[in-house]
């Protein structure tokens, strides 16, 4: 089992250029959600997902978009982006409320 | 909304030495309560859990408990270790539905 994968590790994008960041899993977990990890602010929900064809907004949502095709895909497109969303990005799928992280994207936009 | 405060950091200790840190939660349903703990450069491991009031959370040496009349679920341990230098996020989650609402994090360093 590879858990949670996330691809790519390190991304450095200009302003306003879009991008998909990867995510996927191999435990057949229905629920899967992106966070946002920044200095001091613990972990927000961007979107969340309780399975193929479902995806709803969490916390901070804006500049970002999902989709759910397959129990094992969840990739986050960041739309247009921006300085503001310089940040460690980490997906994670649940099960029963336990929640197993992939290893997370540092990105960077200039 | 839920929302969890935990104590701020940096928190260094020297090795052996006593560890709490502290969480508390507000939450209007019952919550299930979670600490993960996050090492350099990975991504977030749960290190403990515990689903109802007064349950007992433990792995690793760690331990918690679920206290509802004082919304808290402070980690402890009673010697830690050099290895234990990590980042402890407590982390709450509604048992009607899947989100989690995560603490600011806490800083652990050991020092040797």
């Known amino acids: 089992n590879a858990g949670v994968t996330q691809t790519p590790k390190f991304q450095v994008l200009k302003t306003g250029q879009s991008m998909t960041l990867q995510c996927a899993q191999d435990?057949?977990?229905?629920?899967m959600s992106w966070y946002r990890q920044d200095p001091g602010m613990g972990l927000r929900l961007i979107h969340y997902?309780?399975?193929?064809?479902?995806?709803d907004q969490g916390e901070v949502p804006n500049g970002y978009n999902v989709s759910r095709s397959t129990t094992e895909d969840f990739p986050l497109r960041l739309l247009s982006a921006a300085p503001s969303q310089t940040s460690v990005y980490f997906c994670?799928?649940?099960?029963?409320?336990?929640?197993?992280f992939g290893p997370g994207t540092r990105l960077t936009v200039t | 909304g839920d929302s969890v405060t935990q104590m701020e950091g940096p928190v260094t200790l020297s090795e052996e030495a006593f560890l709490t840190i502290n969480c508390t939660y507000t939450?209007?349903?019952?919550?299930?309560l979670f600490w993960y703990v996050q090492y350099p450069g990975e991504g977030l491991q749960l290190l403990l859990k515990?689903?109802?009031?007064?349950d007992k959370g433990s792995n690793k040496g760690f331990e918690a408990t679920y206290r509802k009349e004082t919304t808290s679920f402070h980690l402890e341990k009673g010697s830690v270790q050099v290895s234990d230098s990590a980042v402890y996020f407590c982390a709450l989650s509604d048992q009607r539905n899947n989100d989690m609402r995560f603490g600011a994090g806490t800083r652990l360093t050991v020092k040797p």
């Open positions: 994670a799928s649940s099960y029963f409320h336990e929640q197993y």
């Open positions: 435990m057949n977990h229905e629920y």
């Open positions: 939450a209007t349903g019952y919550p299930s």
């Open positions: 515990a689903t109802k009031a007064d």
């Open positions: 997902s309780v399975g193929a064809g479902i995806t």
